[in-house]
């Protein structure tokens, strides 16, 4: 399974942006989608995880900001970012799960200016 990114860029505080995943290759039945982030020198975290039956589970720093969504005829998955603040600036990562196997994309740059 390849995981393929878009949609980061620049933007000032509390503007917004899309980003898009989109999952090829040898799919038959992904569970999880979703999104993680890693700012410089800190741990990648979780964004938001949406089960194949919709369910979601984001982080407590996004809540009521990012709105994700999943095209599961497209494995595709989505985050809206909105009301973005500086400290959402990270290289944001785009993860699958299919059966035991984890898959990441290739990561997209977000940085939010004050």
């Known amino acids: 399974v390849q995981l393929q990114a878009s949609g980061g860029g620049l933007v000032q505080a509390g503007g917004s942006l899309r980003l898009s995943c989109a999952a090829s290759?040898?799919?038959?039945?992904?569970?999880?989608m979703g999104w993680f982030r890693q700012a410089p020198g800190k741990q990648r975290e979780l964004v938001v995880v949406i089960t194949s039956g919709g369910r979601k589970n984001y982080a407590d720093s996004v809540k009521g900001r990012f709105t994700a969504s999943r095209d599961n005829a497209k494995n595709t998955v989505y985050l809206q970012m909105s009301t973005l603040k500086p400290e959402d600036t990270a290289v944001y990562y785009c993860?699958?799960?299919?059966?035991?196997?984890?898959?990441w994309g290739q990561g997209t740059q977000v940085t939010v200016s004050s």
């Open positions: 993860k699958a799960r299919q059966g035991s196997m984890n898959y």
């Open positions: 290759g040898t799919i038959f039945n992904i569970n999880d």
